[in-house]
């Protein structure tokens, strides 16, 4: 009932910066909840950065924090990651993730409390 579409992705020199969109559609609530994780060569997918559709909190993984920021427009039903500071540790396929519920904190890095997901978008960071 939730269709994602993320943009944005593409190669970026190391220490440079790149914004992602995540498009939402559909049956959307203003109590829902808004992650991005990302799956690097060879390894699991993991989170990234939450926010609370009402824009009241977000969170970030240990890794990305200083560097990421995690925004939205509710009036364009659209979510951001502004990525600076990008490392080649960054490289992964980046994934826009819904709930229509607010998941509960403990629960927030889990892609199993995201019942709707993107396709995802190549994120490079390279030379």
């Known amino acids: 009932q939730v269709q994602l579409v993320e943009s944005g992705g593409g190669l970026v020199l190391p220490g440079g910066s790149l914004r992602l969109s995540c498009a939402a559609s559909g049956r959307t609530a203003s109590s829902g909840t808004m992650g991005w994780f990302r799956r690097a060569p060879g390894k699991e997918r993991e989170f990234v950065a939450v926010i609370r559709w009402s824009g009241v909190s977000t969170h970030y993984a240990d890794a990305v924090k200083g560097r990421f920021t995690v925004s939205r427009d509710s009036s364009k039903n659209t979510v951001y990651l502004q990525m600076n500071s990008l490392k080649p540790e960054d490289t992964a396929v980046y994934y826009c993730?819904?709930?229509?519920?607010?998941?509960?904190?403990?629960?927030?890095?889990?892609?199993?409390?995201?019942?709707?997901w993107g396709q995802g978008t190549q994120v490079t960071v390279s030379l």
């Open positions: 993730a819904a709930a229509n519920s607010r998941i509960i904190l403990s629960s927030l890095r889990f892609e199993e409390s995201y019942p709707y």
